[in-house]
Nanobody
């Protein structure tokens, strides 16, 4: 599976952005897709995951109520709608796919074998 992320940018605190992740290749094999982020000097962390088949989703506590993960299986596209952005949301955001099992639903980085190139999100306070 090949992934291409886009949609990042710069926004003021309280603003909104929508991220996109286009999947290609063996998309029929995907169990779970997710969004992760990595701030400078920090490890990559889970943001949200979604079951590709039934749309069940899971979120990092600090983004609940502000971020929404969704997917369009007809377009093989993953989305992350981000509202009420905070300075601490600043990071490079990566989309990822778990094509081996549903383990990725719980947001462990090591469960995801396919990664997009990352898109920068900068929130100014």
């Amino acid at each position: 599976v090949q992934l291409q992320a886009s949609g990042g940018g710069s926004v003021q605190a309280g603003g909104s952005l929508r991220l996109f992740c286009a999947a290609s290749g063996r998309t029929f094999s995907m169990y779970v897709m997710g969004w992760f982020r990595q701030a400078p000097g920090k490890e990559r962390e889970f943001v949200a995951t979604i079951s590709w088949s039934n749309g069940l989703s899971r979120y990092k506590d600090s983004v609940k109520g502000r971020f929404t993960i969704s997917r369009d299986t007809t377009k093989n596209t993953l989305y992350l709608e981000m509202n009420s952005l905070k300075h601490e949301d600043t990071a490079v955001y990566y989309c990822a796919a778990d094509s081996s099992s549903y383990s990725g639903y719980y947001g462990r980085v090591q469960d995801f074998a396919s990664w997009g190139q990352g898109t920068q999100v900068t929130v100014s306070s």
